[in-house]
């Protein structure tokens, strides 16, 4: 059974910091592209960033860039997402997807572009 599974969502201060995990089970997650979405109350889920399948490329939203980053570890079959200085506005239900399998697949941050989703984190940012 393909899966993916978010986790290290939490309340955390303004200006804090946190790292999303995205751990693949059942496929290989070094033939796809992840992409890391967020959905904030009454809001469409938006691409915040992603990264092709070997690593070597990146994109952000212009909301998180210099703030986040976004790696993997085929090794580890997991993605992650680094959050630093943390706004209120970034509080929201975090998902990784992942678009393939492909031999190399591209970064890709559009929801229609993915094929498999994980249920989601949710970060909260608030004093």
């Known amino acids: 059974q393909l899966q993916l599974v978010e986790s290290g969502g939490a309340l955390v201060q303004p200006g804090g910091s946190l790292r999303l995990s995205c751990a693949a089970s059942?496929?290989?997650?070094?033939?796809?592209?992840i992409g890391w979405f967020r959905q904030a109350p009454g809001k469409e889920r938006e691409g915040v960033s992603c990264?092709?399948?070997?690593?070597?490329?990146?994109n952000y939203a212009d909301s998180v860039k210099g703030r986040f980053t976004i790696s993997r570890d085929n090794a580890k079959n997991t993605a992650y997402l680094q959050m630093n200085d943390l706004k209120p506005e970034d509080t929201a239900v975090y998902y990784c997807?992942?678009?393939?399998?492909?031999?190399?697949?591209?970064?890709?941050?559009?929801?229609?572009?993915?094929?498999?989703w994980g249920k989601g984190t949710l970060v909260t940012v608030s004093s």
């Open positions: 997807a992942a678009a393939g399998p492909y031999v190399q697949a591209l970064c890709v941050m559009t929801k229609g572009g993915m094929d498999y």
């Open positions: 059942g496929f290989t997650l070094r033939y796809y592209a």
């Open positions: 990264i092709s399948s070997s690593g070597g490329t990146t």
